[in-house]
């Protein structure tokens, strides 16, 4: 058992051979696993892409629906004050259009004729 070992250039071309070849065999199983895990990211840094466009649409939404909100509420506010001009203004009108009935009847009524002409002026200068 005392035997020396003897190693030829050949066997030892060989083992260079067989180191290279093992190392040239890995570095492509590493490339191969690199690209398959690359291409199964690929779908979701496109997801995350348009999750990310569609949250930056949401928020334009949002503040675009929030302006329109304001401006509803304004408009809104707008009319119920011309709703209740609408309705004094009309009461002024068909109280004035009674009182002259009442006076085209009977010739009467010139009190609430003078009454009338100035509810009609005081609400005039007032609004307008």
């Not at 191969?32 to 348009?50: F, G, L, S, Y």
Request: hydrophobic content about 45%.
């Amino acid at each position: 058992m005392t035997e020396p070992i003897m190693i030829s250039l050949s066997d030892l071309w060989q083992f260079f051979l067989l180191g290279a070849g093992a190392i040239i065999t890995l570095s492509s199983a590493g490339a191969i696993i690199a690209n398959i895990i690359h291409k199964a990211k690929a779908p979701n840094q496109k997801q995350d892409e348009r999750l990310t466009a569609l949250e930056e649409d949401v928020k334009k939404i949002e503040q675009r629906l929030e302006l329109g909100n304001k401006r509803f509420e304004s408009d809104a506010d707008k009319m119920f004050s011309l709703e209740h001009a609408m309705k004094d203004s009309i009461k002024v009108i068909i109280e004035s259009l009674q009182a002259l009935t009442a006076h085209a009847i009977d010739g009467n009524n010139i009190d609430q004729l003078k009454r009338i002409e100035r509810s009609l002026n005081d609400y005039l200068i007032d609004k307008i």
